[in-house]
């Protein structure tokens, strides 16, 4: 793949009609925190389609969930799910020992729009497309929203549609994965940001009928609005297992809870569509119904794969962003270098202007060539490994960071500017270099591989 | 109810566009997309339409191309029918009105829809020279369109206001761009546009005299092209405590107030 089909083309003209009519119109009021961005991305969803795709999809998913699940029940010697439940410590992803590093998972990124159900897409880079593509298109005005978005549908709805029972996909699922609710996930503490797993304060303490969760988290996108929190905390069992080494649940919070705290927006450098903040719990009961994983505990699944899982969408994703910020860009920069005159001629005319366009060029082809890449092994049904994501996602994070800054210089003083709109580009760029994985960690997931570690 | 949508295909107004030197009519080679002016018909045709009619695309393009007819098939459209052949190169618009009515004439639609005029072309006649060919009434710049008991009830757009107007089906109106607000085709509609029946047919296909369209049949012809006159600098007025005034007269003078 080299270029986008005929298709994928039609369905780029309609978002960016919808994104220019829609969401560019209203950047300002996202930017400066006035308009909460999930109104726009419902009527995005409402305006393709979008929720019927999901609600069907979810359909078809929590059939065969229940299928399997009634299967389960009628085999003889079944893993008795029950007694699971309560004290024995069913984790949902296992804090490792000696991979305290492993959990970028805390990153607030996570923009994935990728549906609930990968099964769906396996095989298809028709459908992975109609993902990226919104993500692309959005990026070139406002990466926020697509964060926002991305959190909820990818990271909380695909987590509860993949470690979640029918019953707690159909309780929280389907409202998530249509975008009538809105998901947070919540790994990151104050205290550890990529050691997440390995340096997690939060508890659950088991007791009569669930669990008691206290401890707080921050960094959390779309934490001050979530109806719906996928909640990590260490279970504490007291049997003075090293806090470590102790599992970690996953658990469904939902927004009122008593106990459980929202904080206001918090301030950043950019990226102020996505609204960000801080959860906090004291003493909350919840019972087993809200605990994620505990029948793929059971079956002896690997919590730890289907997190990897989630960082090769998540990062896939992120190129995808990468690429919307780099061809808005290198737009805008064009534009302005044939239109700017100085010294009585366009500042296309100088080579120095040149040589910052052709470097947007070669990053704009780059980052499209892993995107298209990333849609080819979909199709062929051969997902990216860890590493390779962490590599796509190491270049473009740095690819879209240095051609929004490059846009800025570009433009001078008027780059400087808001109304010429590519500084918060640059703002907003920043952050896939921190998020969904710090460059650094990239680096260490890249040369685990390579050195056979 | 059935309703055909008159369609047309015109180079992306983003791109810069060309004249012919000769013909001096605009080039339309390479991809075309759907007429802006053309969703509005398109989305009132399937309001129209409900669940048990359908909505019949009727276009005459270049080339063969269909990328612009694609776009309203992901709207929703059912099929369409493109008309193309060399023949038809050079076409007027009472040549474009005789291809489009004898396409129309395949389907039988209770009702035509199309837009009061291109945004390419802009001449504007020939929605009406084609309800003129197929003996029908027609009626223009609707911005309301509603249908009751084989009637059609139409607001009538007017300097002044709007008039209202009841006709008999089958009929054509044109509509104008503020008769409904034009969906976005779905994600699921533009996957399912590539299946849907595109019937491509030849000037011969519709039973016409190739000598009767065309640069041939053409009653019109482009004899020279200017380029539109560079706009003014306009007048700076300089407020010395009357520019109220100044600007009162100046509103007075394009009797705006």
């Known amino acids: ?453 | 109810m059935n309703v055909v949508v008159c369609v047309k295909q015109i180079p992306d107004p983003a791109a810069p566009g060309a004249l012919d030197p000769q013909s001096h009519t605009l080039v339309r080679e390479g991809k075309l997309i759907l007429d802006d002016s053309d969703a509005y018909g398109v989305e009132m045709g399937l309001q129209l339409a409900g669940d048990a009619g359908e909505v019949t695309l009727v276009s005459m393009a270049p080339n063969q191309e269909v990328s612009g007819v694609r776009t309203a098939l992901a709207m929703g459209a059912a099929k369409a029918i493109v008309v193309s052949d060399p023949a038809l190169k050079g076409s007027d618009a009472l040549s474009t009105a005789k291809v489009l009515a004898k396409a129309i004439e395949r389907v039988g639609a209770d009702l035509i829809l199309a837009a009061t005029e291109s945004t390419d072309g802009y001449t504007g006649t020939t929605p009406v020279q084609v309800a003129e060919l197929l003996g029908l009434p027609s009626v223009t710049f609707a911005k309301k369109v509603t249908v009751s008991d084989g009637k059609v009830r139409v607001e009538r757009q007017t300097e002044a206001g709007f008039d209202e107007v009841e006709c008999p089906m089958p009929c054509l109106v044109t509509v104008t761009a503020g008769v409904v607000e034009p969906r976005y085709p779905s994600f699921k509609g533009i996957m399912a546009a590539k299946s849907k029946p595109v019937d491509q047919l030849t000037v011969a296909d519709l039973g016409l005299d190739a000598s009767s369209v065309g640069a041939a049949g053409a009653r019109q012809e482009i004899t020279s092209v200017a380029a539109a006159e560079a706009r003014g600098g306009g007048d700076i007025v300089v407020d010395e405590g009357d520019a109220h005034e100044r600007i009162v007269q100046f509103l007075e003078q394009l009797k705006l107030v």
Request: hydrophobic content about 40%.
């Open chain 1, 1 to 453: 793949m080299f270029e986008w089909t005929e298709e994928q083309v039609a369905v780029r003209a309609a978002v960016r009609r919808f994104v220019e009519a829609e969401v560019v119109p209203r950047v300002d009021d996202l930017e400066h925190g006035d308009l909460p961005p999930y109104d726009v991305i419902r009527a995005m969803y409402s305006s393709f389609g979008m929720d019927q795709l999901a609600r069907e999809r979810f359909e078809r998913t929590l059939a065969e969930r229940r299928a399997s699940e009634a299967r389960k029940a009628g085999a003889p010697a079944g893993a008795p799910l029950g007694a699971a439940t309560a004290g024995a410590a069913p984790s949902a992803v296992r804090s490792g020992s000696a991979r305290a590093e492993e959990p970028e998972l805390g990153e607030p990124g996570a923009p994935a729009v990728a549906g609930a159900d990968r099964s769906a897409r396996r095989g298809d880079a028709g459908s992975a497309a109609m993902t990226l593509i919104p993500i692309i298109e959005l990026c070139r005005h406002c990466p926020g929203i697509v964060t926002a978005m991305g959190v909820s549908v990818g990271l909380a709805a695909r987590t509860i549609m993949r470690r979640g029972t029918a019953d707690q996909m159909e309780r929280w699922g389907r409202d998530l994965v249509t975008f009538e609710k809105i998901g947070a996930w919540a790994i990151t503490e104050p205290g550890s940001g990529s050691d997440a797993l390995g340096g997690m304060q939060a508890s659950a303490r088991p007791v009569d009928g669930g669990y008691v969760l206290n401890g707080s988290k921050t960094f959390i996108t779309n934490g001050p609005y979530a109806d719906t929190v996928v909640f990590y905390a260490k279970l504490d069992d007291g049997t003075g297992t090293p806090r470590r080494s102790r599992p970690v649940l996953s658990f469904v919070l939902d927004r009122g809870m008593t106990g459980f705290e929202q904080s206001a927006p918090m301030r950043k450098m950019g990226l102020h569509s996505s609204p960000t903040g801080e959860l906090f719990l004291s003493d909350v009961h919840v019972g087993p119904d809200r605990l994620l994983g505990a029948e793929h505990e059971a079956s002896g699944s690997d919590g730890r794969q289907s997190a990897k899982e989630n960082f090769v969408a998540e990062r896939a994703g992120l190129a995808a962003m990468s690429l919307g910020v780099i061809e808005q860009c290198l737009a805008l920069s064009i534009d302005y270098a044939k239109n700017r005159m100085l010294w009585g001629k366009p500042i296309a005319d100088f080579q120095l202007v040149q040589l910052k366009l052709a470097k947007m060029e070669v990053a704009r082809l780059n980052v499209e060539n892993l995107v298209f890449r990333h849609l080819e092994m979909e199709a062929a049904g051969r997902p990216m490994s860890l590493a390779e994501a962490s590599a796509l996602k190491l270049y473009s994070a740095q690819a879209a960071s240095e051609v929004a800054m490059e846009a800025v210089q570009l433009m001078g003083g008027n780059g400087y500017m808001a109304e010429y709109r590519v500084e918060q580009l640059a703002r907003d760029a920043k952050v896939f270099q921190i998020y969904a994985g710090t460059d650094e960690i990239q680096v260490t997931h890249i040369a685990r591989e390579l050195l056979g570690r």
